[in-house]
């Protein structure tokens, strides 16, 4: 059996499990539809492309018309067939990587594999790294993964869990000694399953909202997180013990999950401060009943008997009864687990679906004893599970303690009472808005009159004052009062839930030193920023700053040097252990200047900003902004890691993980251990990678060539983008952009403000709408014309690139993406989409452009890398894509069709809600096998 065999029957099973039930679920007829439609989606892949661009090929001509024949009552069936079908070939594959994977552990033996743990250590012992360098190394370094909700993730809660199902009978289907009656058992499961999802709508019939999207964040740590995390930290222990045998390892809490469901209110009008309070309380609810499971099965282990055990004196004295118990251990739980129902009910005294669980005897007899004290913070909670932990290390049960006591307590130092830190984000407008009326309040005059200068020293007076600005009791109006509410919400939460809760308030589109001092001000109103007698002060608060434009990159070292100066923000890095984060934005630095140019502009910004750290003692935390699609800075997390400049690697890392990347990673419990530990093994090499005075040097040359490159590429892009006027219109008619705008996927509104502009179109749809019409342009558009102008002048800078490509990280990650988009955007599909602009002629001449730098990206590219295809080197990826297409293909034919349907609808003023949802089912399915979308 070849090593894909196991997949393509796997498909080859899901694939006539669907036919069948499409057949009973709507009749043969629809099922003979399907089947035409695919056989002429593969004759259409097989003949030869058109060479004109814009003008449609025969074999397109001849698949739009049988597109066009498909009756109107089986339109909707045949679309959700295809897309459905993704679905399935998306738990198949996801299942084959943990197969693939599997077989080559078995395959190596005792050989160390590729980005893992193990030979992350190797490397450093090989480079000479000593136990204590690796203790101190993991003492700075960390990777914090932060969930994120955005409008391109459209599978629903109840869906996830069928596929979740789906996905673990695939697996039982390897076991070798089923029998027949139990593999037709499993058949008949995975039928079930199929019916069951093709009785459900992929797509909402109201907008999602925050609590919506908080629920969806908190099911992959509450199935998949909460017990792959704390493995992941275990495992590191153990290979460190193998690698360096003479010391003891206790790893820090080395990777964290965070979100911003709930927190992110940039933008998005229904993140109230009240929605963030009830975010918290979800969280909250769910570690506590986590907590409650992981302590009834401890309780059942721990029946270690004094008589025969022993406990120590101190575990004894904490139970606090007159006649120890004979089985301590489970008397000690009982205490904790009522100490855990006290903690629940400081947040639900009496509210209905909050109450106590039943007790059992014995938590009867420990109730009458004593009344439970609640937990004032997961530290207490830790410092009981460490009493047992230590007694029973000190009565011979070590190997209790490995498997039953220590994942626990790793789970409450990962996960305390907050589940996930939640980060809280606005807009810098906002701010400025709320400060400018509580210096009018305060009488202290025009703020938004005032100068960049004058801000800031006003600002800075101000905050130097111990005193509050303005009375608790001032009317406000209401967005000021709101703005000010998120902050004492803030303080609030952090004394229920624990400090950890929420860390970091950032800005977005932070501009200057006042945007941060401004949130500084409105944090010291909430008691979050406040002086002690002695000068010194208490900061319970990150400011992060966000800077993502092009022009933001350019200017943020300036900002963070005036800031890093400023007398009262040196007293809040002082509190804050002297760490500074900063975001990142990927989005709409791509969006205003291109592939290239935003890769390299927070490639030195990231350079430029560390320098001055270093220059002021100040650590860098980089916030990494980054989305699933890859013109928002998609692709592998490892290889995202590693191409950052080696210097930004030796602190904490931070980035997001939007869309349906989330599920992609970590919707399957050996998927997540892989992401997680290949994202440690990345961390860990990064940081080992100290370039030499010659590295540097070459960098240094290199770096003066993709400049050069760079500002080709985004002249180039600029030029075509926002230089002809008829690209907002071609972009407006060719892709989905409106129609993606009513898809219930998320929360937020798809526009910042109501205006037609592509500068206030928010990057994600913007991304997702050239991915529904497979052009793909912000991915790879101006990277062609830059190469292409270079080599004309200097054809012999070909090798310079091709050793970039072999020997520089950050270059062959912005290749390897660059191969990925260019593999998924379609220049045979893409001029179905032409039809739809209705200035023909203006359709025609745009796409004429775009497939030009498309064909001439790809030559360079494929000069770059010496191969003679993209994705040469990546099979398994290629395979995966070629093997979609004539699937994708057809949903892409009836989009186009059902766009031009609806809009000559609306344009008629029709009803339109009936084609309005096949089109989202359309959009529904190429997202499910496009995939990087989000």
Known sequence: M???????????????????????????????????????????????????????????????????????????????????????????????????????????????????????????????????????????????????????????????????????????????????????????????????????????????????????????????LFDVLPYVHMQLEEQLAEHYPDRSWRVPSFIRFGSWMGGDRDGNPFVTADITFQTLILHFDLAMRKYEERLTRLGRELSQSLELTGASPELLASLNVANPPDEPYREKVVQIQRRLEATKARFHPASPGHAQT????????????????????????????????????????????????????RQVELFGFHMATLDIRQHSEVHENAVHELFQVAHLGDYKGLSETEKVEKLTRVLADARPLISPYQDLTEATAETLKVFHVVRQAKELFGEACIQDYLISMAADVSDLLEVLLLAKEAGLFRWKPDGSVVSQLNVVP????????????????????????????????????????????????????????????????????????????????????????????????????????????????????????????????RSLEAAVSSILVGA?????????????????????????????????????????????????????????????????????????????????????????????????TAVAGALKDHPESIQTLRRMYRNWPFFKALIDNLQMALAKADMRIAPQYVHLVEDQEVGRRIFAGIREEYERTRKVVLDIIERDDVLADFRVIRESINLRNPYVDPLSFFQVLLLRELRQQRARGEDASELEREVLFTINGIASGLRNTG
């Open 688 to 784: 080992a990678n100290v370039q030499t005075e010659a590295m540097q040097a070459t960098e240094r040359e290199w770096s003066a060539f993709v400049e050069g490159l760079s500002e080709a590429s985004r002249q180039a892009y600029v030029r075509f983008v926002y230089g002809q006027p008829e690209f907002l219109t071609y972009f407006q008619q060719a892709t989905p952009i409106e129609e993606i705008g009513r898809l219930n996927i998320g929360s937020r509104p798809s526009k910042r403000k109501s205006s037609a502009r592509i500068q206030d179109l928010r990057a994600i749809p913007w991304v997702f709408s050239w991915t529904q019409n497979r052009h793909l342009l912000p991915a790879w558009y101006g990277f062609g």
């Open 358 to 409: 039943a007790l059992s005897p014995r938590q009867e007899s420990a109730t009458r004893t004593q009344d439970a004290e609640p937990y004032r913070s997961p530290d207490e909670f830790l410092a009981d599970l460490r009493l047992m932990e230590s007694s029973l290390l000190a009565h011979r049960g070590e190997d209790i303690v490995a498997v039953h006591v220590r994942p626990l307590i």
């Open 546 to 673: 966000l800077f993502e434009t092009i022009e933001d990159l350019r200017v943020a070292s300036g900002i963070v040097e005036r800031l890093f100066t400023n007398p009262v923000y040196q007293k809040q890095l002082q509190a804050r252990g002297g760490e500074q984060e900063i975001m990142l934005g990927y989005s709409d630095s791509n969006k205003d200047g291109g592939y290239l140019t935003s890769n390299w502009e927070l490639y030195k910004s990231q350079k430029a900003l560390l320098q001055i750290a270093a220059a002021h003692d100040i650590r860098l935390k980089f916030f990494h902004g980054r989305g699933g699609a890859l013109g928002r800075g998609g692709g592998p997390l490892e290889r995202s890691i590693l191409a950052q400049p080696p210097e930004a690697l030796r602190g904490k890392v931070k980035i997001t993980e939007q869309g349906e990347i989330i599920s992609q990673r970590y919707g399957h419990p050996d998927i997540a251990r």
């Open 2 to 224: 070849s090593n894909e065999a196991p997949l393509h029957r796997d498909i080859r099973l899901l694939g006539n499990l669907l036919g069948e039930v499409v057949t009973q679920q709507c009749g043969q007829e629809v099922f003979d539809w399907v089947e035409r439609i695919r056989a002429a989606a593969k004759a259409f892949r097989q003949s030869e492309p058109t060479e004109a661009p814009g003008t449609p090929s025969s074999s397109a001509s001849a698949f739009s018309n049988l597109i066009q024949q498909v009756p109107e009552a089986h339109r909707r069936y045949v679309i959700r067939a295809f897309s459905l079908y993704f679905e399935l070939v998306n738990i198949a594959e996801q299942n084959h990587r943990i197969r693939r994977r599997r077989e080559y552990e078995h395959a190596q033996g005792e050989k160390v594999g590729r980005a893992t743990i193990e030979s992350a250590l190797h490397r450093l012992k090989a480079a000479g790294y000593s136990a204590d360098d690796v203790a101190n190394l993991l003492q700075h370094l960390g990777l914090e993964l932060i969930l994120t909700a955005h409008p391109t993730e459209a599978t629903r809660r109840t869906v996830l869990d069928k596929h979740q199902e789906i996905a673990f009978i695939l697996q039982k289907l390897d076991d070798p000694l089923l029998t027949p009656r139990e593999l037709r058992q499993l058949e008949k499961s995975l039928r079930a399953q199929i019916v069951g999802l093709w009785q459900t709508s992929p797509v909402r019939k109201q907008r999602i909202t925050v609590l919506d999207e908080v629920r969806n964040g908190l099911y992959f740590l509450d199935q998949i």
